[in-house]
């Protein structure tokens, strides 16, 4: 019911821009999130945006550099990644919540799409 795409390999200091794309169900009453998975290691938070789009979150380490966004006649979420590090290289996977009463817990989320592979060279 969710779809995530737009991964791909890209050299550090590039864009990419994410999309999930919901179906089966609106979705426009869930907060939707970001997270990411790199090898070896846990699923980690990257963002979030409430069901209107007014209360976003960020983790830390992408502050200023990522943007979440969300089309809800579309039924779409989208992650902007600007200013990208090799760090940043993860397979990315966006979640929907209803209840958004922590997003930055995995664990709260209802939904959760197949993730995209985000590579970035050095």
């Known amino acids: 019911q969710l779809q995530a795409s737009g991964g791909g390999l890209v050299q550090a200091g590039g864009s990419l821009r994410l999309s999930c794309a919901a179906s089966g169900r609106t979705f426009s009453n869930y907060g939707m999130g970001w997270f990411r998975q790199a090898p070896g290691k846990e699923r980690e938070f990257v963002t979030a945006?409430?069901?209107?789009?007014?209360?976003?979150y960020y983790a830390d380490s992408v502050k200023g550099r990522f943007t979440v966004s969300r089309d809800n006649a579309k039924n779409m979420a989208y992650l902007q990644m600007n200013s990208l590090k090799p760090e940043d290289t993860a397979v990315y996977y966006c979640?929907?919540?209803?209840?958004?009463?922590?997003?930055?817990?995995?664990?709260?989320?209802?939904?959760w799409g197949q993730g995209t592979l985000v590579t970035v060279s050095s």
């Open positions: 979640g929907a919540d209803r209840s958004f009463r922590d997003p930055l817990r995995s664990s709260e989320y209802d939904y």
């Open positions: 945006i409430s069901w209107g789009g007014v209360s976003t």
